[in-house]
């Protein structure tokens, strides 16, 4: 007869996976398990075999072993686990890509009825139609407040009523008449709560950052660098582009205000002692940006042109012959 392994051999082989798991894998979501069934976790962890491991179990006794495997491999980063390990918390240990693998998860999320006593983590609302009740079972709707009228010999609801409000806790009228409406208003599956990714902790919403989000964020960080910079004189390579120009114009006011000048500074100063030759410049510049404009009008005159030059008198006709 096999004898059955001990509280303090279970203990040891778990504080042994779970240490030898910190050494495998250098990225660990931390997911609630809160109304997840053994079979829902089940299915979770067959889908994700191959490069991810689910561990669930006591805060405490995880709590101890990252403490103590930290002090063994003298990493720190490890104790960054600790303060996330708080309520019904499990693992998942992979070498995927995190948001692949996050995805993955809320893949197995199963319907769920309302339960007495529970905290409804979303509005339910019950929508009207005909709910197939015979007329005897209107007490449930008349408890809860719900219009309803007789047609054709069941119970129909009039209009949709928000029957339970996010954060409440469900009554047993509204469980009960869920419950005969067959109405499974709530979904539960494991929820990414934090990400560890070679010691840092980040919010799972990172992982639905883009290319664009990033090179968004990266452009509205330099553009406060440089006008913090500019504000205060302080030169930096954000700032450096428009301290150069800023110079440049206080060089160019100068040799426009006096005698000094550079061959930069002549030509504007040509322009400010006969400012016809703006419109000289600009003639080009406009030209450039309607390309073909200019043919387009030859071509426009060309054809009204073309009539002209056909008449009757030319072809031997006249008017009344």
């Known amino acids: 007869m096999v004898n059955k392994p001990s509280k303090a051999d279970k203990k040891i082989a778990y504080d042994a996976k779970l240490c030898q798991l910190l050494d495998d894998y250098s990225q660990i979501l931390i997911a ?8 829902q976790l089940q299915n979770i962890r067959r889908g994700l075999r191959g490069d991810s491991v689910v561990l669930m179990g006591k805060n405490t006794m995880m709590k101890r072993s990252v403490r103590i495997h930290s002090e063994k491999t003298g990493n720190k980063a490890f104790l960054n686990l600790i303060p996330l390990l708080q309520g019904n918390v499990g693992l998942i240990f992979t070498k995927g890509d995190l948001k692949e693998v996050s995805e993955e998860v809320a893949k197995y999320k199963v319907g769920a009825p309302a339960r007495v006593g529970l905290v409804a983590p979303i509005d339910v609302v019950v929508p009207p139609g005909n709910t197939g009740l015979d007329p005897s079972q209107t007490s449930f709707f008349q408890v809860l407040n719900i219009p309803t009228k007789i047609n054709k010999g069941t119970v129909e609801i009039i209009t949709p009523v928000e029957l339970i409000k996010k954060g409440e806790k469900v009554g047993s009228s509204e469980a009960a ?28 919403g990172v992982l639905d950052l883009t290319e664009d989000d ?13 006008s913090l910079s500019l504000a205060v004189a302080y030169p930096t390579l954000a700032a450096a582009p428009h301290m150069f120009i800023n110079a440049y114009k206080n060089v160019l006011s100068v040799a426009v205000a006096t005698e000094y000048s550079y061959p930069q500074a002549e030509e504007v100063k040509e322009f400010l002692k006969d400012p016809s030759k703006f419109a000289v410049a600009a003639a080009p510049a406009a030209a450039a940006a309607a390309p073909g404009g200019a043919p387009a009008a030859a071509k426009e005159e060309e054809k009204k042109e073309e009539p002209a030059e056909e008449s009757d008198d030319d072809m031997g006709f006249g008017l009344f012959d």
């Open 177 to 204: 008449l869920l419950a005969k409406l067959g109405i499974r208003p709530f979904s539960y599956g494991l929820v990414v709560l934090s990400v560890y990714d070679n010691g840092s902790v980040f919010s799972p």
């Open 214 to 226: 990033l090179i968004g964020k990266f452009a509205t960080g330099v553009t406060m660098v440089a």
């Open 32 to 39: 609630a398990a809160d109304n997840v069934g053994s079979t």
